[in-house]
């Protein structure tokens, strides 16, 4: 049985009758036969709030996906900055014969990556804060292990960070310096974040013209 | 579909200055189009049909404000199921937030009384070599155990010892209780606050005050849960025969280490209370589009702040 609809100005039920789209406002509307009043047909709330729960899921999904991405990110770009210690004290020729795959892997595939990712997936933040920021972020989150250890040693727990400050620096430096020439070589991801945030927006254009195309057809012949 | 045409052949005719601007639109509502806040926008007198509407600013979609009651029960009905899961879902949540609370004190009992339970194990240790000429049949085994907090109490020892005394004989509370708990407290510490940013969340229509007393609740279940299971003089461990020597220094230095360790577990929740909310703010705006934000807004809408544009 159709849900009671009165009208504003005579009361009359307008239950029984058709809503039609209006054209130019592209709302649902009702005129009632007895005073000629527009009324407007409203959603029933079970599907407008379902609607707004998938606009919900939709936020939702997209930010547990940026955050399983950033996490992704967070832990390749450390094991890649970890394994950088593995190559002190080797000569450039060396570590290249002995660990090739790996320093493609870590050096170069991991820091496109992550700029491609800063560029295309962050494209609604101001590019310098983004890349500044995620440095800042890989820089922080290296210095918690040291802080970490740092509390540690006040209660005498087993550490494995050297006692000696100058060997600290000296790590800290070597992560900086990696992280530095990481984030130089991740500036190569630019160009491919663009390029994909162009694709991405011709498809969206080309869905969008296909609706409009559709409405335009329904409006006219429908 | 005709009788709406004749009317919008005038209306295409008119200009948008036609319509009479009534007043600003002040609660939540999202365009039906783009999903766009329009909160703040103007309600307007449309002059066709003297409706309601409000523009969005973004997509220029037309939104009808006039709403009827319905006569439907189904939306009732399906509001008070969502309200009752979601309402036993908080209640799950509370209790598995009681039992982390109930964890931090325990383990900071523990790691607090392992000093003065490695103590009893030195003053036990010494009381069987005095035993060995009258054939105390545990001797053995009880004399090449490792001494550690967990070294096994002989009850007999254990039985002829006063407690209290024994505390207070090394200085009491304070000079026994072994400050690594510290490191426990830290090591817990990012989930009391990631625990609090998720209540902060969770209960959104409750202010500051709200949310710091709320904290409260699960604070005083896990000390429940303390006195009744924990460590402590009416330890479920105590009920047997034989026990590790942390089992009885704990019991001494157990009750005030829960109050401690509970007050800081509150502290540091209250934290996460209190920040919970701008940093998921902070999260939103840095990993989504504004698009997408929109259906967010009551995160902004209810500390009072503008909804993310």
Redesign the interface.
């Known amino acids: 049985m159709a849900i009671a609809h009165l009208c504003l100005e005579c009361g009359w039920d307008l239950a029984r009758i058709r809503a039609v789209c209006e054209p130019h406002y592209r709302i649902w509307l009702v005129r009632c036969p007895h005073c000629a009043r527009a009324c407007v047909r409203q959603r029933h709330p079970l599907w407008r709030g379902w609607r707004k729960f998938l606009r919900l899921k939709a936020s939702l999904l997209a930010m547990l996906g940026q955050t399983f991405v950033l996490l992704i990110l967070t832990a390749i770009n450390l094991l890649a900055l970890s394994f950088s210690h593995q190559l002190r004290g080797w000569s450039a020729a060396d570590a290249w014969e002995e660990y090739r795959a790996q320093i493609i892997l870590s050096f170069v595939v991991v820091p496109i990556v992550t700029g491609t990712w800063l560029t295309a997936g962050l494209r609604h933040c101001p590019r310098w804060k983004i890349w500044i920021g995620w440095t800042l972020f890989i820089a922080l989150l290296l210095s918690v292990e040291y802080v970490m250890h740092g509390i540690g040693r006040a209660f005498n727990i087993p550490h494995y960070v050297s006692n000696n400050p100058r060997v600290v620096v000296r790590e800290l430096i070597w992560n900086l310096g990696t992280l530095a020439l990481m984030m130089t070589i991740a500036l190569a991801g630019l160009p491919l974040g663009w390029k994909l945030l162009q694709s991405f927006s011709g498809n969206q254009r080309h869905y969008w013209r296909k609706r409009r195309i559709k409405r335009r057809m329904l409006r006219n012949f429908g | ?1 005709s ?3 004749s ?2 052949l005038a ?2 005719t008119n200009s948008p200055s036609s319509e009479q601007r009534v007043s600003t639109l002040v609660g939540d509502r ?1 365009c039906i189009g783009c ?1 766009y806040n329009l909160s703040g926008q103007a309600v307007l007198r ?1 002059s066709i ?3 309601l ?1 409000v523009r969005c600013p973004e997509c220029g ?4 404000v ?3 009651p ?3 029960r ?2 009732n009905r ?1 509001a008070f199921v969502f309200a009752a899961v979601w309402f036993i879902t908080l209640l799950i949540f509370l209790m598995a937030t009681a039992g982390i609370l109930f964890g931090v004190s325990q383990t900071s009992i523990e790691s607090a009384s392992a000093k003065y339970a490695t103590w009893l194990g030195v003053q036990q240790l010494e009381w069987l070599k005095q035993q060995q000429p009258t054939g105390n049949p545990n001797f053995g085994w009880m004399q090449s155990q490792p001494l550690s907090p967990y070294t096994t109490v002989d009850p007999t020892w254990w039985a002829a010892q006063d407690p209290n005394a024994l505390l207070a004989s090394q200085g009491g509370w304070s000079a026994m209780v072994d ?2 708990f ?2 426990t407290w ?1 090591n817990w510490s990012p989930l009391l606050i990631t625990l609090g940013c998720f209540w902060s969340v969770a209960l959104l229509q409750l202010r500051r005050r709200g949310l710091v007393l709320f904290a409260l609740v699960p604070i005083g279940l896990a000390a429940v849960l303390s006195y009744m299971f924990g460590y402590g003089p009416n330890s479920m461990l105590q009920m047997y025969g034989w026990s590790y020597m942390i089992t009885h220094a704990s019991a001494q230095i157990g009750p005030r280490m829960v109050v401690i360790t509970l007050v800081f577990s509150w502290l540091m929740m209250c934290a996460g209370l209190l920040v919970g909310r701008s940093v998921l703010r902070g ?8 698009r ?5 807004a009551g995160l902004w809408m209810t500390d009072g702040l503008a909804p993310p544009k």
């Open positions: 579909m009788d709406l045409k009317p919008m209306q295409n999202l999903g449309e049909y003297n409706m509407i979609i037309v939104a009808s006039q709403e009827y319905l006569l439907g189904w939306a399906w400050r690594n510290g490191w830290a999260l939103v705006r840095l990993l989504l589009p504004p997408l934000r929109s259906s967010l």
